[in-house]
């Protein structure tokens, strides 16, 4: 009985974490927003058009939401994103 249903649950949580991860990433990418969206707190992912991604994370809260976006994009573009934009934050 309990095996049915951690199943259920493994295949709804894997199919709710596809569903919102931002299509047309690298697998690196797919990995950083796993991370991504497992960090608690401020936090910003930002994408390339065609390639690179970067996330940022405010650990103790000492950055508001711009400056942890503004902080994704860069690192987006460090990691050669084009055009890099943030895809998803929270505050």
């Not at 249903?5 to 949580?13: D, H, S």
């Not at 969206?37 to 930002?46: D, I, N, V």
């Not at 690192?75 to 895809?87: P, T």
Request: with cysteine; glycine share 8%; proline share 1%.
């Amino acid at each position: 009985m309990y095996g049915r249903f951690l199943f259920f649950l493994a295949a709804t949580l894997s199919s709710t974490i596809a569903f919102a991860m931002p299509s047309g990433m690298s697998e690196d990418c797919k990995k950083a927003y796993i991370s991504y969206e497992a960090a608690s707190g401020r936090k910003a992912f930002a994408k390339g058009s065609s390639k690179g991604c970067g996330w940022s994370l405010s650990l103790n809260g000492n950055l508001d939401l711009a400056k942890t976006r503004e902080r994704a994009v860069n690192f987006c573009k460090v990691h050669q994103g084009d055009n890099c934009r943030v895809v998803a934050s929270q505050n």
